[in-house]
């Protein structure tokens, strides 16, 4: 059995690892989301390094909008807008370069909902 929770711990570390780098790109790519990304790190890491969760927890940038949505459930208002105003501006770039409506129909029926969620979700405890 030992066997098995070791590799099992190193799968959840590298899906630690690879949800962590494909979070800090989103970091820089304003249409690739972050947070999403750094908590199914932080869920893994703390199935595999006690160290890397704290590490990511207690980061300065990274651990507050982790910590807000696995205490209350929240997305700051910073974080709406920015992923309200992406979702519109992806959107209207869409339309400008021409995509058929199709997949303009998918693509707001998809942003929608998304947008739906993260809009109903509180701000977090301070408001």
């Given at each position: 059995m030992h066997k098995v929770e070791a590799e099992l711990r190193w799968l959840?570390?590298?899906?630690?690892?690879?949800?962590?780098?494909?979070?800090?790109?989103?970091?820089v790519l304003p249409v690739l989301p972050t947070t999403p990304f750094l908590l199914i790190?932080?869920?893994?890491?703390?199935?595999?390094s006690p160290r890397l969760?704290?590490?990511?927890?207690?980061?300065?940038?990274?651990?507050?909008?982790?910590?807000?949505?696995?205490?209350?459930?929240?997305?700051?208002?910073?974080?709406?807008?920015?992923?309200?105003?992406?979702?519109a501006a992806t959107f209207a770039v869409s339309a400008l370069v021409g995509l058929p409506w199709q997949a303009l129909l998918g693509q707001a029926l998809l942003m929608g909902i998304g947008a739906a969620f993260i809009l109903t979700r509180p701000a977090g405890p301070k408001g």
């Open positions: 959840w570390l590298t899906l630690g690892l690879v949800f962590l780098g494909i979070g800090l790109v989103g970091v790190a932080t869920a893994a890491f703390a199935k595999s969760h704290a590490w990511l927890l207690a980061h300065p940038t990274l651990g507050p909008p982790i910590r807000s949505w696995q205490e209350h459930g929240a997305i700051s208002r910073n974080a709406k807008r920015l992923a309200t105003g992406t979702m």
